[in-house]
């Protein structure tokens, strides 16, 4: 089956310890990306990538990291968490520039 | 700049009602559009897409949209609404350079109640 897969699906942590969310797709996917889920705001993009080795900032990259070292596998990391990132992330995948995205199920963080 | 509205924050049709989201976009280039549907606890799941051509699409799930450029519109339509509509409706519109995009911008979301 077809999907975009992160991990975790829901994920409490401290202020400053290290955490990364996985992303992995197994569509061979050229185009990833990640979002964040605010109420009120929508969904707003943090990091993409083109391709392996190819990463973008976004609309709010302040406070993440991102790598893309194999096709498939587009990890977020946050160095150090804040209570201001607290929310709902999803990461997607495209075939190109012009297909549309696939969404994973979301990974709900809390930071305290 | 870029942006995207949904005027509706919240919506509650009756069962078996018509419905319509609205949805305008700022966009300068010809827009790549998109309505994407949110159930409870689950992801995004696409409900259709314009790029091009045919102005009115259809979509799964027995939506349908129309885009219309000189109202820098895109609503969603269902001429009758089922309780399992019940969810969040999000519309994008893909940017970041002409003949594609690397983003989706994102309206604020509707949120669709069904009474029985």
């Known amino acids: 089956e077809a999907q975009v897969t992160q991990n975790p699906r829901y994920l409490i942590t401290v202020t400053g310890k290290k955490l990364t969310v996985t992303c992995s797709q197994n569509m061979n996917h050229e185009y990833m990306s990640w979002y964040r889920q605010d109420p009120g705001l929508g969904l707003r993009q943090i990091y993409y990538s083109m391709n392996v080795e190819v990463t973008d900032k976004g609309d709010v990259p302040e406070g993440y990291k991102v790598s893309r070292k194999e096709k498939r596998n587009f990890p977020l990391i946050l160095e150090s968490p804040s209570p201001n990132q607290t929310s709902l992330y999803f990461c997607a995948s495209s075939s190109d520039s012009q297909r549309e995205a696939f969404f994973g199920q979301g990974t709900r963080l809390t930071v305290v | 700049a870029q942006s995207v509205t949904q005027p509706d924050i919240h919506i509650t049709v009756s069962e078996g009602a018509s419905l319509e989201l609205r949805c305008n976009y700022s966009y300068g280039a010809t827009p790549y559009l998109f309505w994407y549907v949110q159930s409870p606890g689950q992801g995004l799941q696409l409900l259709l897409k314009y790029f091009s051509g045919d102005t009115l699409v259809q979509g799964i799930k027995g939506f349908e949209a129309e885009f219309k450029r000189s109202q820098s519109s895109f609503n969603l339509r269902k001429p009758s609404v089922h309780w399992s509509d019940a969810a969040e409706y999000f519309c994008?519109?893909?940017?970041?350079?002409?003949?594609?995009?690397?983003?989706?911008?994102f309206g604020a979301g509707t949120r669709l109640a069904v009474h029985p």
């Open positions: 994008a519109v893909g940017a970041g350079f002409s003949g594609g995009y690397n983003k989706l911008i």
